[in-house]
């Protein structure tokens, strides 16, 4: 029963970083992701805190290689929603997220001038992006202009 089911997958901050592990291996059997406010992976994150952790980075056991995982999905839309005034994860990671995407179904920016890392659910247009890219998914429809940009 759920072979027919649209499979769209969310991660914000390290859940973004799973959804794209996540995406990256299991493609074939998602529709579509959004990734909201994630980091290029802890190694370069860790620094952003405090600048002397650059150093440590090799300590790191998880690393979380979203810049590399993000580059093996091809086939699906994906929905990049980002908080310009995000204190925990740098914009510039999202930034270079959506330029390292080569999606044939269309990436979109979304991007929230006054959202902090926890608070881009409360932002204008962030449920109405949402929005506009589930119907599209849902309908099978090519993916408009919902979003802000493009940044490439």
């Known amino acids: 029963a759920l072979k027919d089911t649209k499979l769209i997958i969310y991660g914000r901050s390290l859940g973004g970083a799973v959804a794209i592990d996540l995406v990256s291996k299991n493609e074939e059997k998602v529709d579509a992701m959004i990734v909201e406010n994630t980091f290029l992976s802890i190694p370069k994150l860790l620094p952003t805190f405090f600048s002397p952790l650059r150093y440590f980075t090799f300590f ?15 086939r699906i839309p994906i929905l990049f929603l ?13 930034k270079e997220l959506y330029n390292l995407t080569n999606t044939q179904r269309g990436k979109i920016w979304k991007n929230f001038p006054n ?3 926890a608070n881009t659910i409360n932002q204008p247009g962030y449920f109405e992006t949402i929005e506009k890219l589930l119907k599209c998914v849902v ?9 802000d940009q493009n940044l490439s």
């Not at 309908?139 to 979003?147: L, T």
């Open 82 to 94: 980002s908080s310009d005034k995000d204190k925990l994860v740098p914009k510039e990671h999202m």
């Open 60 to 74: 790191c056991s998880q690393i979380w290689p979203s810049e590399k995982s993000i580059c093996n999905i091809h």
């Open 139 to 147: 309908n099978n429809e090519e993916i408009e202009f919902i979003g």
């Open 115 to 117: 959202g902090h890392h």
